[in-house]
């Protein structure tokens, strides 16, 4: 079965970084897009980034563009989630995501298939 496990989460002050992994198995996933989400305290689920395992592009919410970075470790169906220059804002549960590439078209957490459970990210001012 499919599972992806969501690791790196924790406290940091606001400025500083983090780095998420998603570990990924239970099937082959080079025709697919993985990616993050996150949510915050009474807010909806929103897109952070995706990345193509097969070709590497990358995209990313403008709220996030220049401070944080998707990447993935092929060998090790791994995804990572580098967050730098952390603000308060950031302050949430960040999810991982894998879905065919037509599904991120518009970044819409309803057109995953698959989700990890979740990591807390909190960013202290």
């Known amino acids: 079965q499919v599972q992806l496990v969501e690791s790196g989460g924790g406290l940091v002050q606001a400025g500083g970084s983090l780095r998420l992994s998603c570990a990924a198995s239970?099937?082959?996933?080079?025709?697919?897009?993985m990616g993050w989400f996150r949510q915050a305290p009474g807010k909806e689920r929103e897109f952070v980034a995706r990345?193509?395992?097969?070709?590497?592009?990358?995209s990313y919410a403008d709220s996030v563009k220049g401070r944080f970075t998707i990447s993935r470790d092929n060998a090790k169906n791994t995804v990572y989630l580098q967050m730098n220059s952390l603000k308060p804002e950031d302050t949430a549960v960040y999810y991982c995501?894998?879905?065919?590439?037509?599904?991120?078209?518009?970044?819409?957490?309803?057109?995953?298939?698959?989700w990890g459970k979740g990591t807390l990210a909190t960013v202290s001012s």
């Open positions: 239970g099937r082959t996933f080079s025709s697919y897009y």
């Open positions: 995501a894998a879905a065919g590439s037509g599904r991120w078209v518009f970044g819409s957490p309803g057109r995953m298939e698959y």
């Open positions: 990345i193509s395992w097969s070709s590497g592009s990358t």
